[in-house]
């Protein structure tokens, strides 16, 4: 595995329409709201503001942006505590972990006062000689917006690819340097982030998107490379193309560094073709046709290829097959089990790392295992827990004979830390944590794990954080959920989040079905058809930590972004008064209107995820959750609504939308406000003070709904 260093003009008849757009003041003396300035009675669903190109777009999204600032400057003073009060509690200046490779060490230096990290390295054993060879701190300095979206090292370590944004679209640029000090070179615009080197030390992969933004095709670039010339590249040549619109494309290499690894998936259907990785020229092997609804990974180890797979084992089972006869059967090395789902494999010279997770628990646990030279395991043990629940993974070992583990723990009470796990005499290291200062320290904090009941029986894990000094009463609470994908919502430490709990909240998390908290079985039980599980799932948490003593039932706020937009505003639609307010940030609220539109980023891919409307049940029933399709005059809480100009995943325009329509409906009991950041994409703002910052924004909105902080409005 090669080493990667560490997200037209407007219709004239509209034109036409009498609406009021100047910026006097109303009748009660305050500027009119920006949906009534440019409502449009033709376009009740507000549809026009898909139009980018329309000037009233922007003009409306910027209305907006002056609305809530208005209406939060009151809050202004809390913001900057909350944001300098972050600021204290954390180490400023970063040093990353330092990793060694065949030739040099790697690690990477944020400044106090920095955004972005310095990269530098050293001759593996001279320290002294230590050098920086890419400073995204200064390549940022002229941006507005910047994100890394991949690096890679040549194998010999001589040069240095990497993809670059700087839109927030997700489009990238590839660029190349010699290493250390050579001139970035610009080769390709309006790629996808991926890279990957063949060990011909020539050939660079990467990954390209069909008119729909759609990771369709994978490429071959061959390069000309020689120190003190600048590189250049002969024309990029097709490896592999994609062309069912439900599938994208992806790329890697395996850690023995003997085979790429070209992957083409759906949500529910994958397939891989293998190249060596010292002959890239060659054809690409289909390692096993796709089946309908058989996911696949391929590991390798000299001799024998690891198959992780759900075929005839819907919670997977990992399978080998030798390497000299591909077509051969598949021979059976960990089983499938109704207890647990298998979620990844990683291969070493003398065995296999291998991640599940345990369904009763929801918990996830890192097995090894060690082979011999006839496959019989000589070792399988699970690694210890520093407590549960909590995140346990395999950190960055870039060298296939390893026999010492890096590993990353944290919980929502202990910073991240990482630690080298000996093999041999199964001694642990702690290398590095995460510094925390001030008042509020991880002892002084308690987590519990309690379940709810959901409407069908089924119990829902839900995690609940809190000052162990106020544990046993009722709390304001802040409650996050996601439910999609089968993501997982392995416990994270946030250094943020204590400013909120310094003020005296809870922050639970619902690990609702539609994510991968429970395994293979609590994602399926949470999406197409079943959908509706999530949003019941999330209600039955918000229930349960009220009638267990853990939250005040009147000051409860719920938070979700991107598909955990949709699982808050299907549950506010459900039970409106369950939350005194919600935000909402990048929301997927627009469900059905963008699974219509096959043009749009994503929308092909996801008919596995939630269905294509084009088969009449399955519109009906993604309408009967769409949380903009099933808007009333209820009494919606306080709502703060955040998108992205430049957010190619979810549009702009569904939070727009979702502003827009509650505030014409007028029964909210709180304010709705809209921010739109017209400089970022999907993740928000890339540099960390400004990102920092906007968290502080939010965090202060929460602080007030929940009735923890004064809006004082006096001076205006």
């Known amino acids: 595995m090669e080493f990667v260093i560490e997200y037209g003009t407007r219709d004239p008849m509209k034109a036409q329409l009498p609406r009021n757009t100047s910026d006097a003041l109303s009748a009660d003396g305050h500027p009119p709201s920006p949906v009534s300035r440019f409502r449009r009675t033709d376009d009740p669903e507000w549809h026009w503001l898909e139009n980018r190109d329309d000037p009233d777009v922007s003009a409306f999204l910027e209305a907006a942006n002056r609305e809530s600032r208005a209406w939060l400057m009151p809050l202004d003073g809390l913001v900057e505590r909350l944001y300098h009060g972050h600021l204290a509690r954390r180490e400023l200046a970063v040093h990353g972990l330092r990793t060694a490779l065949d030739h040099h060490t790697y690690w990477s230096e944020t400044a106090a006062d920095a955004d972005y990290p310095v990269w530098w390295r050293h001759p593996n054993g001279r320290e002294q000689d230590a050098v920086p060879f890419l400073d995204l701190h200064a390549r940022a300095e002229q941006q507005r917006f910047l994100e890394l979206g991949d690096?890679?090292?040549?194998?010999?370590?001589?040069?240095?690819?990497?993809?670059?944004?700087?839109?927030?679209?997700?489009?990238?640029?590839?660029?190349?340097?010699?290493?250390?000090?050579?001139?970035?070179?610009?080769?390709?615009?309006?790629?996808?982030?991926?890279?990957?080197?063949?060990?011909?030390?020539?050939?660079?992969?990467?990954?390209?998107?069909?008119?729909?933004?759609?990771?369709?095709?994978?490429?071959?670039?061959?390069?000309?490379?020689?120190?003190?010339?600048?590189?250049?590249?002969?024309?990029?040549?097709?490896?592999?193309?994609?062309?069912?619109?439900?599938?994208?494309?992806?790329?890697?290499?395996?850690?023995?560094?003997?085979?790429?690894?070209?992957?083409?998936?759906?949500?529910?259907?994958?397939?891989?073709?293998?190249?060596?990785?010292?002959?890239?020229?060659?054809?690409?092997?289909?390692?096993?046709?796709?089946?309908?609804?058989?996911?696949?990974?391929?590991?390798?180890?000299?001799?024998?290829?690891?198959?992780l797979h759900n075929r005839d084992a819907p919670h997977f089972r990992l399978d080998r097959l030798d390497e000299a006869q591909p077509d051969g059967a598949w021979q059976p090395l960990v089983a499938h089990r109704d207890e647990a789902t298998l979620e990844g494999v990683d291969a070493f010279a003398w065995g296999l790392v291998v991640t599940e997770r345990d369904h009763n628990e929801a918990q996830v646990h890192v097995r090894i295992i060690e082979l011999d030279q006839h496959h019989v395991a000589t070792r399988d043990e699970r690694l210890p827990l520093p407590e549960s629940p909590c995140s346990l993974m395999l950190g960055d070992v870039p060298h296939f004979a390893s026999r010492r583990l890096r590993l990353r723990e944290e919980s929502f009470v202990m910073p991240v830390r990482w630690l080298e796990h000996e093999l041999d005499s199964g001694e642990r290291r702690v290398v590095k944590t995460q510094a925390i200062h001030g008042d509020l320290q991880p002892n002084d904090l308690a987590c519990q794990r309690i379940w709810a009941t959901a409407h069908d029986g089924e119990r829902i894990p839900v995690s609940v954080v809190m000052r162990a000094d106020l544990a046993g009463r009722p709390l304001p609470t802040l409650l996050y959920g996601y439910g999609a994908?089968?993501?997982?919502?392995?416990?994270?430490?946030?250094?943020?989040r204590l400013e909120?709990?310094?003020?005296?909240?809870?922050?639970?998390?619902?690990?609702?079905?539609?994510?991968?908290?429970?395994?293979?079985?609590?994602?399926?039980?949470?999406?197409?058809?079943?959908?509706?599980?999530?949003?019941?799932?999330?209600?039955?948490?918000?229930?349960?930590?009220?009638?267990?003593?853990?939250?005040?039932?009147?000051?409860?706020?719920?938070?979700?972004?991107?598909?955990?937009?949709?699982?808050?505003?299907?549950?506010?639609?459900?039970?409106?008064?369950?939350?005194?307010?919600?935000?909402?940030?990048?929301?997927?609220?627009?469900?059905?209107?963008?699974?219509?539109?096959?043009?749009?980023?994503?929308?092909?891919?996801?008919?596995?995820?939630?269905?294509?409307?084009?088969?009449p049940d399955m519109r009906r029933h993604i309408r009967s959750y769409s949380p903009?399709?099933?808007?009333?005059?209820?009494?919606?809480?306080?709502?703060?609504?955040?998108?992205?100009?430049?957010?190619?995943?979810?549009?702009?325009?569904?939070?727009?939308?979702?502003?827009?329509?509650?505030?014409?409906?007028?029964?909210?009991?709180?304010?709705?406000?809209?921010?739109?950041?017209?400089?970022?994409?999907?993740?928000?703002?890339?540099?960390?003070?400004?990102?920092?910052?906007?968290?502080?924004?939010?965090?202060?909105?929460?602080?007030?709904?929940?009735?923890?902080?004064?809006?004082?409005?006096?001076?205006?």
């Open 151 to 307: 690096m890679a090292l040549s194998p010999d370590e001589c040069w240095l690819a990497w993809t670059e944004d700087i839109s927030g679209d997700e489009r990238y640029t590839l660029y190349i340097k010699h290493l250390p000090h050579g001139e970035p070179v610009a080769l390709l615009d309006d790629i996808a982030s991926e890279l990957s080197w063949a060990e011909d030390n020539r050939t660079l992969l990467f990954t390209r998107f069909d008119a729909t933004q759609r990771p369709d095709s994978i490429w071959r670039l061959p390069l000309r490379l020689d120190a003190g010339v600048a590189p250049r590249a002969d024309e990029p040549i097709c490896m592999l193309q994609e062309a069912d619109p439900e599938f994208w494309v992806g790329l890697g290499k395996t850690r023995s560094r003997e085979w790429l690894v070209l992957d083409s998936a759906s949500k529910d259907t994958s397939e891989c073709h293998l190249v060596p990785a010292r002959d890239p020229t060659a054809a690409p092997r289909c390692f096993r046709p796709r089946e309908k609804g058989v996911e696949y990974g391929v590991e390798h180890r000299p001799g024998h290829f690891y198959v």
């Open 500 to 615: 909120l709990l310094s003020r005296g909240m809870a922050f639970a998390v619902a690990h609702v079905r539609g994510g991968g908290d429970r395994g293979e079985p609590w994602y399926l039980a949470g999406k197409m058809e079943h959908k509706e599980n999530s949003f019941r799932d999330f209600l039955a948490a918000r229930n349960a930590l009220v009638d267990q003593g853990f939250s005040d039932g009147e000051r409860i706020a719920a938070y979700g972004a991107s598909a955990g937009g949709l699982l808050v505003g299907a549950s506010l639609n459900l039970a409106p008064e369950a939350f005194c307010a919600a935000v909402l940030d990048v929301p997927f609220v627009d469900v059905l209107r963008t699974m219509e539109n096959p043009d749009l980023p994503l929308t092909t891919a996801e008919y596995t995820e939630w269905g294509n409307p084009d088969i």
């Open 628 to 716: 903009l399709d099933n808007l009333s005059a209820q009494p919606y809480p306080a709502l703060f609504l955040q998108g992205s100009w430049h957010d190619s995943r979810v549009p702009y325009w569904e939070p727009a939308k979702l502003y827009a329509r509650v505030t014409e409906l007028g029964s909210a009991r709180g304010p709705v406000l809209l921010r739109t950041d017209m400089d970022a994409g999907h993740g928000g703002a890339s540099g960390r003070f400004k990102a920092w910052h906007d968290n502080a924004r939010q965090d202060a909105f929460i602080l007030w709904a929940l009735g923890l902080a004064a809006r004082n409005t006096q001076g205006g």
């Open 485 to 496: 994908y089968g993501e997982v919502l392995d416990p994270w430490f946030s250094v943020a």
